[in-house]
């Protein structure tokens, strides 16, 4: 098929692919997911929570709770929903070893390139001059870490 045949396709295909359909599906990344990474990634991109998620987020509210996420989180998802956000711009997420950082952020990662691949034309639909190029970042505190562990879990994704 002709790049051009290619970004037509993508341009008229609006389907929606939530984050945990994007993550678990054989279609997409083919990746498990934990009740509690779903969860997360699903407030991240601002999608609706069932029951049993939101009974996970209370828990997190919690101001004796093991895990703790900001506050106003509910009213943070609202004000970002009303204003036409896909997602929460920033998210920083403070864990120890071994709390799945960098495997949820390379699917949040990969999901924000897939979305923006599905534009088909990017730069014209953010008014971006077409001669620069889009980055997506893959940071971490040291260079052998970042290929190890952020780099491998991002190249993983986006391979699937």
């Known amino acids: 098929m002709s790049i051009l045949a290619d970004q037509v396709l993508r341009a008229f295909d609006t389907t929606k692919v939530s984050i945990v ?14 009740p509690r990474q779903k969860v997360l990634l699903k407030t991240m991109f601002l999608e609706e929570l069932e029951g049993w998620e939101e009974d996970i987020l209370n828990g997190w509210l919690a101001p004796d709770g093991e895990i703790i996420i900001s506050p106003m989180v509910r009213q943070q998802t609202e004000w970002l929903r009303e ?6 711009p ?40 077409p001669d620069k190029e889009i980055y ?5 505190t040291a260079l052998t870490q970042a ?9 993983s994704v986006i391979t699937r």
């Open 147 to 155: 290929k190890a562990y952020q780099y491998a879990d991002l190249v």
């Open 21 to 34: 359909e994007f993550a678990e599906s054989d279609q997409f990344c083919n990746k498990p997911l934990y």
């Open 136 to 140: 997506f970042m893959c940071l971490a």
């Open 90 to 129: 920033e998210v920083q997420l403070v864990g120890g070893r071994r709390s799945s950082k960098g495997y949820v952020t390379s699917l949040a990662v990969g999901k924000k390139m897939f979305d923006t691949w599905k534009l088909g034309d990017p730069g014209r639909y953010y008014s971006i001059d």
């Open 83 to 88: 204003n036409g956000y896909q997602n929460f």
